[in-house]
């Protein structure tokens, strides 16, 4: 069997292409960059989702709690934002009208758990809860009924209570779930 032969032309361009392969491999794995320092840990993001036809729709992070007037902005509401110093928490939405009015209000609960917020079991309606890992239309309603039935959950373990939620199912979805405080402190004496 006899190899192919390859003049010193020929050897010249297959060694410059080998070279540039070599090097554009290098390049797409960073080989030749030292890695980028991790995030700052303690940096917490503020997610508010901005709706209504008077702002440029979507979800805006901001590295503090923002005011109003600063979702406002952001967003490119109309005219000028109230003036309120209450500052806006994370998983809030923002409905702002044509006319300048706003609404206050929390983002659907599988917006939540995409951004990795937890859901408020003691507020959420049953549409937030059917975006829980494991529970669907029913249980989640079901939630709600109980929730109803019994006032509100003072703690997630509770939740155990309701028919269809064993030990396994809450200890899967306790991750994604939290109990504001409010609401547990709103009937004490």
């Not at 706003?102 to 917020?117: D, I, K, N, V």
């Not at 939740?159 to 899967?172: H, M, N, P, T, Y």
């Amino acid at each position: 069997m006899r190899l192919p032969y390859f003049n010193r032309t020929q050897q010249g361009i297959i060694l410059l292409l080998s070279a540039a392969l070599v090097v554009l491999w290098a390049w797409r794995a960073n080989f030749f960059l030292t890695p980028s320092p991790p995030p700052p840990r303690d940096l917490t993001l503020v997610f508010v989702e901005v709706s209504g036809t008077g702002a440029h729709p979507g979800v805006y992070a901001f590295e503090h709690a923002p005011t109003l007037a600063e979702v406002w902005h952001k967003s490119g509401g109309a005219g000028m934002a109230p003036e309120t110093p209450d500052k806006i928490s994370s998983g809030s939405r923002v409905e702002i009208s044509q006319d300048g009015h706003y609404q206050l209000a929390r983002m659907h609960g599988a917006e939540l758990l995409t951004l990795g917020l937890p859901i408020d079991l003691n507020t959420a309606a049953a549409a937030d809860l059917d975006a829980l890992p494991g529970i669907g239309p029913a249980l989640a309603l079901r939630i709600v009924d109980y929730r109803n039935a019994h006032g509100p959950f003072q703690k997630i373990d509770d939740l155990e209570k309701v028919s269809g939620i064993g030990s396994k199912k809450l200890e899967k979805i306790k991750p994604y779930l939290v109990i504001s405080e409010t609401e547990g402190t709103a009937d004490a004496p």
